[in-house]
């Protein structure tokens, strides 16, 4: 049992608070249980938490046994790696990895807390790109669910979300590299349009970089308001900010490491499963997976992308367009 006070809340005017920073319970949902059941019961996430996604289908293709060594390359909320650290036990260890130092402690001490040692599970802040140097040798399970975590994405001071405004900062490492105004602030219309058009295959490109350089912009609102202000409207929105934060992220760059190196990750039958988010990241690893497989590194591989099922699709929309992809290294290669 959690003995711990809670902290006071924050004072705000008003009846509701109005600013992220005073939402005492986004920042300690444990204690908040009978909110969180009814956040969950409308479909929507919990502000602070992010709800785990395709975890039976995920674990379904990844089939850990008792006594396995797991990687999950993005350790979020440690949703799926709370499944899967029970799944390989007794004897069985994870290896934690997620770029962001702001969530990770957090996920660290909710796993602990749920009682996994620190030889059952270590935690590393890194990017996945450089797994193949991070391990000491190949592994029979790796994980990765690409993108942001719902607490990223919740919180405006990060720069991730539309509706609110915030500093348009949008990456998930903050003590590394260049936010997204620096970004903006180093390109000319044709390099904007040409990012919009290869992050996110917006169909406005051009229209859109020659607004959004028009006009100086540092926060997320404003980004928003130009965007609209050309014509764009909702999903335009989301494809601007997608594209500024792959570009921000170096998210592809990654990806492209991340799975040229991964056979060298996994044990003879080793197993891979990652959920991509959009086309750009899907069409990566069903490449990869499919010279693989052609070259005899994997003895198998999805053919067909797995989605999230209707009741998912309908108790968390958030899953909306997640897909999943396996594949399994052969036992000689
Ligand atoms: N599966 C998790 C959720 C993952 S959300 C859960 O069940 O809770 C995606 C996470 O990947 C985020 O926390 C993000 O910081 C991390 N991430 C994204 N790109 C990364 C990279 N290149 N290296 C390491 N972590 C990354």
Same mark, same amino acid.
């Given at each position: 049992m959690n003995t711990e006070k809670p902290r006071r809340r924050q004072r705000y005017h008003g009846k509701n608070p109005r600013h992220f920073s005073e939402k005492y319970k986004e920042h300690?949902?444990?204690?908040?249980?009978?909110?969180?059941?009814?956040?969950?019961?409308?479909g929507r996430t919990p502000a602070g938490t992010h709800r785990p996604i395709m975890v039976r289908e995920v674990m379904e293709v990844l089939a850990p046994q008792p006594g396995e060594v797991a990687v999950d390359c993005t350790l979020g909320y440690g949703g799926h790696a709370a499944v899967m650290l029970q799944a390989i036990q007794p004897g069985g260890r994870l290896i934690g990895i997620d770029v962001d130092p702001i969530e990770l402690p957090k996920t660290e001490a909710r796993l602990r807390a749920l009682g996994f040692s620190p030889y059952t599970f270590t935690v590393h802040r890194t990017n996945y790109a450089g797994l193949a140097r991070l391990l000491p040798e190949p592994v029979d399970i790796v994980l990765a669910d690409l993108g942001v975590s719902s607490m990223q994405m919740d919180n405006p001071a990060r720069g991730f979300t539309y509706k609110v405004d915030g500093p348009l900062d949008l990456r998930m490492n903050p003590q590394r590299g260049q936010p997204a105004t620096a970004l903006l602030a180093s390109l000319n219309e044709s390099a904007l349009a040409t990012l919009l058009l290869e992050h996110a295959d917006e169909p406005a490109a051009d229209r859109m970089a020659r607004a959004i350089l028009r006009v100086p912009i540092s926060t997320t609102t404003q980004l928003t308001a130009v965007i609209r202000g050309s014509?764009?409207?909702?999903?335009? /929105? *989301?494809?601007?900010?997608?594209? $500024? @934060?792959?570009?921000?992220?170096?998210?592809?760059?990654?990806l492209d490491e991340f799975l040229r190196n991964l056979p060298l990750c996994l044990k003879a039958g080793g197993r891979v499963a990652i959920l991509t988010f959009h086309s750009g990241e899907d069409r990566r690893v069903k490449k990869w997976f499919r010279s693989?497989?052609?070259?005899?590194?994997?003895?198998?591989?999805?053919?067909?992308? /797995? *989605?999230?099922?209707?009741?998912? $699709? @309908?108790?968390?929309?958030?899953?909306?367009s997640a897909k999943l992809r396996w594949a399994r290294a052969a036992n000689s290669r």
């Open positions: 300690a949902p444990e204690r908040y249980a009978e909110d969180v059941a009814r956040v969950l019961e409308r014509g764009g409207d909702d999903d335009s /929105v *989301r494809r601007v900010f997608q594209a $500024l @934060r792959i570009a921000v992220n170096n998210e592809f760059g990654a693989g497989e052609r070259d005899g590194t994997y003895s198998e591989i999805a053919h067909e992308v /797995v *989605r999230p099922s209707a009741e998912e $699709l @309908r108790a968390n929309p958030r899953s909306r």
